[in-house]
């Protein structure tokens, strides 16, 4: 545990750090000093130092980091030492992708269960994970404790089947559908809207199209 509240921010820069550590684990990288780091990651140095300090800093002065601590703690940060139950509700175009990653069980995310209302995909499995009919999700999480359900079916459905995953028990979705869902506080939701992404994407474009318009009018 840690003393004070992380800032959200810090939050969302955490990931980046553990993968760009992951990567240099993966080549053998020993030991790596915040300036180092700062270039490949294109954040600064000091921001990588305050980041770090939240957690008791890790570094040492004329050291730098050792990756593969550093990747550990963090990963111990992000809960990442932690092994999840996920299910996907919805086993239609964006469920199955999803079943079909298996990057997530490296990050100690195992999906053991899709469920959907479509009977005639009931039988099915996906890399070897069975879709079950959503009525027998009750009977299912009886059985297999259920740590976070993501949701993939269609956004008028999403509300009303979110209140059900939390009656059930849920306290953590991952929810891909377009739309808000108003939970209890003490429910996690964790929107993935790509769609937002790309709008991000279009303003971004959309500033530098006319920047270079203002250059060419000068
Ligand atoms: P899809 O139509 O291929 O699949 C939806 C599945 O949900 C179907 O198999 C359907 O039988 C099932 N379903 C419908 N009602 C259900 C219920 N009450 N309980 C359980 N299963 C139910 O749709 P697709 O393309 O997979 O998209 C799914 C959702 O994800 C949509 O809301 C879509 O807008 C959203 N989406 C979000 C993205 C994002 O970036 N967040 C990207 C792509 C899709």
New binding site residues.
Partial sequence: MYDKAISSAVIKRLPRYYRYLGELLENDVVRISSKELSEKMNVTASQIRQDLNNFGGFGQQGYGYNVEYLYTEIGKILGLDKKYNVII???????QALANYTDFERRGFYICGI????PR?VGMSIRGIEIYL?DELEEFMKKTPVHIAAL????A??PQ?AQELVRLGVRAIWN???TDLNLPKDVMVEN????ESLMRLSYNLKAVEESKGIEKSK
């Fill in positions: 509700i919805g086993a239609g175009n964006l469920g469920f959907d209302v479509n995909l959503i993939t079916i269609p956004k459905k999403a089947v891909f559908a377009p993935v809207h790509l769609a």
